[in-house]
């Protein structure tokens, strides 16, 4: 992160709200609640069972303000068709990439993949537990969802880093504090 935290600051006169609270207190409560989840997956039950349940809820809250949420937080705003990915996509290989105040589209389909990714993963981790059969149908594709979700927050964070040098801002910051360069 050494990398990004050089960054100029956003100016307080031009910076914009973008992020409300409750995004940003969902979003590092369900990072939190991930990582405490993967940690515990093949040792603590308790522990684990309580951050699946916690991720539930977290999601479900997301998907409820994603629709009647404040303007940056809904769906609206950035879940958009192939043809704008592509554009964003090639304007960012160009070096001139495309300027969004909220989330821009790939990132849209990023957060649309980790939402529904960390849903299917609780789901399938609920199921597995309540069929009472060890190794069965549910806990292997709870597992084979585990590590999926791993990878995606992996593309996630490596698309922070690069969105991040790409518009010379540091969105993790941003995502701490709710402001953006507007
Ligand atoms: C150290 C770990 C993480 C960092 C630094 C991080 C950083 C960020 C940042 C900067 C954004 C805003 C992107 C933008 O400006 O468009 C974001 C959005 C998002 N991230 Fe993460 N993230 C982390 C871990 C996770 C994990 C583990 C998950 C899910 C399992 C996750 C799910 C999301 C979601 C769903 C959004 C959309 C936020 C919203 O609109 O509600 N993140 N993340």
Known sequence: MAVIEGMSEPNPSTAIKVWDP???VLHWGLATAFAVAYATGEEIMSVH???GYAILVIVSLRLVWGFIGTPYARFADFVRGPGAVRGYLRSLVAGHPEHYVGHNPAGGW???ALLGGVAVTAVTGILAD???VSHGTFE???EVAAN???LLVLGHIAGVIVGSLAHRENLVRAMIT???KG
């Open 148 to 150: 999926g979700m791993l």
């Open 178 to 180: 709710g402001r953006k």
């Open 110 to 112: 990023m957060i649309m």
């Open 140 to 142: 292997e594709l709870h």
């Open 130 to 132: 309540q069929s009472g």
């Open 49 to 51: 069972e309580v951050a």
């Open 22 to 24: 409750l995004v940003r």
